[in-house]
């Protein structure tokens, strides 16, 4: 349960909103040094400005590498190199753009919440068949079910909350 609320909360860094974030573009795949590896690796990320995001590599060299691997990661986002650093300017969301954004929020929630309830499917089970080999008795079991059932409410709600303060930023102006 604790994995599919780190995954969610992983994949909702990644879920623009009108604000530069870093998470933007943490993940971007660059070809630098002969291999492919994530933009934070080989730089640092940072927002000076609520509409910027400034991306300082640790060696110059990887400058052009880093701008290519933004172009080709299908952002939208057109990099301004200075030859030091490299700003993306990111424009502001319009209206039809947060509902989609918001609508793949509940889409990332909801998966996160099956995951839960797989997990909570997966632990009946292995109660039941405690059960059956006389592990545990009636009572146990469904003292057993009943903390599952527990935690996977608290972990669902987690997952809601999450979505939800992430929607409230992707809707504001």
Known sequence: MDKAVAR?????????????????????????????????????????????????PFDAGTLKDIEKGIINSELGYAPNNDGKVIRLNI?????????????MIRELCEECKIAIRNVRRDGNKQIDAEEKAKAI????????KESVQELTKKYEDMATELAKNREKDVMED
């Open 91 to 103: 424009p502001p969301l319009s209206t039809e753009v947060r509902r989609k954004m918001a609508t």
């Open 137 to 144: 008795s009636e009572d146990e079991r469904d003292d057993a």
């Open 8 to 56: 969610l909360r992983k994949g909702l860094t990644g879920v623009r909103t009108g604000r530069a974030n870093p998470g933007l573009v943490e993940g971007v795949k660059v070809v630098a040094y002969g291999s492919e590896m994530p933009l934070k690796q080989i730089a640092t990320i940072a927002c000076p400005e609520p509409q910027q995001i400034l991306i300082r």
